[in-house]
């Protein structure tokens, strides 16, 4: 069994089994960015990796560091710090990437330090606070505030995390463009 799949709680075989999503429920991939934790559902993180060289790429937005070569395929990398304009930070030894898969796009975050997998069940998530969101940018991609013992993990929409618009928005701007 690879580091990831002891992370991520997939025994061996399980990843392409049917029953997989059933035991990932509710299971969450935790990160530090900054001083708050976020977690994303496990169901989207397909491997961990350490950091390596970026390929930039030319006018970009500054929170797409570029791509990487992860064997044979070509996929971009976006620092999370960025992309919540919470400025840059010198990578360490505790900065990874976390590969995750989101309506068929693999793309690389960026992350801090990968702090654990945790269980959060649905009663023990709470949906984003609505006041103050004029100054913390992030709080777009929050779904909800997971309690995890005495403390809280903020949830991340990976679809909003990697695009811009909102689906809905994009949907409804077409929708009346007709």
């Not at 990831?4 to 429920?25: A, C, F, M, P, V």
């Not at 609505?130 to 777009?140: C, E, L, M, N, Y």
Request: aromatic share 6%; hydrophobic share 35%.
């Amino acid at each position: 069994m690879d580091e990831t799949s002891r992370l991520l709680g997939i025994q061996d075989g399980e990843q392409n089994g049917l029953d997989s999503h059933d035991t990932q429920k509710g299971k969450y991939m935790t990160f530090k960015s900054g001083v708050e934790y976020f977690g994303l559902e496990i169901q989207y993180v397909q491997q961990i990796i350490q950091y390596q060289e970026v390929t930039r790429v030319p006018e970009t937005e500054d929170y797409i560091k570029g791509l990487i070569n992860l064997r044979g395929r070509i996929i971009p990398v976006v620092d999370v710090r960025l992309r919540f304009k919470q400025g840059a930070c010198e990578y360490n030894d505790k900065t990874c990437i976390l590969v995750i898969n989101v309506k068929s796009a693999t793309v690389g975050l960026v992350v801090e330090q990968i702090a654990e997998v945790v269980e959060i069940k649905e009663e023990n998530i709470l949906p984003p606070p609505t006041i103050g969101r004029g100054d913390k940018s992030h709080h777009k991609y929050v779904y909800g505030i997971g309690k995890v013992g005495n403390t809280v993990r903020l949830l991340l929409d990976p679809e909003k995390l990697l695009y811009d618009e909102d689906p809905a928005d994009m949907e409804q701007a077409k929708n009346s463009e007709e």
